[in-house]
């Protein structure tokens, strides 16, 4: 979820557990979400997106999940590596736009081997 | 090769100076954005540009200027640089509908 000041939510796992980052979106009328992840010092790397008209959709590794109803949104990723230690974070088509995204500030995932 | 890249990677300047961060993609993507990171804001929108010479103002456009001459470069300038706004800048492209690309970033600091 969203966070405060400076403090990112963080979650800790170990190396070959499952991982799930939640993210809550603000826009009810958002049709688009992207996830993206952003290790130390490089810029946001996509990992997968998904439209309103879907529920779910799988990637390598990854699945989101998507909740209009609580507007909710979240990454799943399965046995997850110490290479995916990394800021987690959604963006939104807030208002239905097709290229301006809302970004949340992100949660940090850190993966113990 | 292909993707976006941004220069220069790091840049110091001084209070009241011009400075330019650059942008080129090579995807020959219509959109192009600028954001900036802060701690405690996540990334914000500077400006966006949906072709050449299409631009428009974003979440925090003052102090900022851009122009879009070529579809494949789109540049930031700090008319007169000030302390809030160093920060790390992030160039993006998309095609409409489709997922932003991001550069690797400029890291700018104001003195």
């Known amino acids: 979820g969203e966070s405060v000041g400076l403090h990112l939510p963080t979650l800790s796992v170990q190396e070959g557990d499952n991982s799930i980052i939640n993210c809550a979106y603000s826009?009810?009328?958002?049709?688009?979400f992207i996830w993206y992840k952003q290790e130390s010092g490089k810029g946001p790397q996509f990992i997968i997106d998904?439209?309103?008209?879907?529920d779910k959709r799988q990637g390598q590794r990854v699945t989101v999940l998507l909740n209009k109803t609580v507007k909710h949104l979240s990454l799943q990723i399965a046995a997850t590596q110490p290479g995916d230690s990394a800021v987690y974070f959604c963006a939104e088509n807030s208002g239905g736009s097709n290229y301006k995204l809302t970004f949340g500030k992100g949660t940090l995932l850190t993966v113990n081997p | 090769d292909a993707g976006i890249t941004q220069s220069p990677r790091y840049k110091i300047t001084e209070t009241g100076r011009q400075v330019t961060l650059m942008c080129h993609q090579t995807?020959?993507?219509?959109?192009m954005f600028w954001y900036r990171q802060d701690l405690g804001h996540g990334l914000r929108l500077i400006y966006y540009?949906?072709?050449?010479?299409?631009?428009d103002k974003g979440e925090v456009p003052d102090g900022y200027v851009v122009s879009r001459s070529k579809t494949e470069n789109f540049p930031l300038t700090l008319e007169s640089a000030t302390r809030s706004q160093t920060s790390v800048y992030f160039c993006a492209s998309s095609e409409p509908t489709a997922p932003q690309y991001f550069g690797p970033g400029t890291r700018l600091t104001v003195l």
């Open positions: 826009n009810s009328a958002s049709d688009y």
């Open positions: 995807w020959s993507h219509s959109y």
């Open positions: 998904i439209r309103s008209n879907m």
């Open positions: 540009s949906a072709a050449a010479d299409i631009t």
